[in-house]
Each structure stands twice: as C-alpha cells, then as structure tokens.
C-alpha cells in the first residue's frame, strides 16, 4: 500500500512563492509517475504538472509553464513543486497522486493513490 502526504500549502500574496513536498512512503514498483493535480471549488480537478521516476520526464499544464518546476529526491522519497509568480487563479486545493502510468496530459482517473491535499490560497 501507498501513502503520500503533502505539505507546503499556505496563504501567500499574488506574485509569491511556494514549495510543495509530497512524501512518497509504502510498496511500489521501480517506476511511477508522481502527478501534481489542483482542485479549485466548483471546479473539476486539473493534472498539473508530473515526473517520471524513470526517465525524469516531466510535464506542466500550460497555464503553470514557466512559473513551475517539479524536481524529485530519491532518496528522500519526496516530490516537490515549486510554484513562482503565484496568481490568485492558482488558489485550490493541491493534491500529489501515484501512477503507473506515464501518459501525458495525466488523466485522473490513471492515478490510483492520493495525499490527503494541501490548501494554496494567493491573496493579498
């Protein structure tokens, strides 16, 4: 069994910046895909940004391009998202899931284990 847990989400003010961790701990297989997914309210939930523990491929939805990095550490575990520039349209609740799957855009419905989320709040 899987468990991620998130952390990192806090009030911030537009133009600010945040680091998400996502602790990846249980069995896995050698390779999986970590997804950084955002739920705003009454909103659907968005994929955005992903990595590869195999080949350290990454993806970003196109609104977070340039403002966001996904980086791993192994031997921690951890996943983190750096989120730069933040816009109040960035303002969800932010979730880090497993796959096996490396499919880009990431589908929900491919990612079978999930972190309890962090709320990302860019308001001044």
């Known amino acids: 069994q899987v468990q991620l847990v998130e952390s990192g989400g806090d009030l911030v003010q537009p133009g600010g910046s945040l680091r998400l961790s996502c602790a990846v701990s249980?069995?896995?297989?050698?390779?999986?895909?970590i997804g950084w997914f955002r739920q705003a309210p009454g909103k659907e939930r968005e994929g955005v940004s992903c990595?590869?523990?195999?080949?350290?491929?990454?993806y970003y939805a196109d609104s977070v391009k340039g403002r966001f990095t996904i980086s791993g550490d192994n031997a921690k575990n951890t996943v983190y998202l750096q989120m730069n520039s933040l816009k109040p349209e960035d303002t969800a609740v932010y979730y880090c899931a497993l796959s096996y799957y490396s499919d880009y855009p990431p589908l929900v419905s491919d990612f079978l284990s999930w972190g309890q989320g962090t709320q990302v709040t860019v308001s001044s």
């Open positions: 990595i590869s523990s195999s080949d350290g491929s990454t």
């Open positions: 249980g069995s896995t297989l050698d390779y999986y895909t």
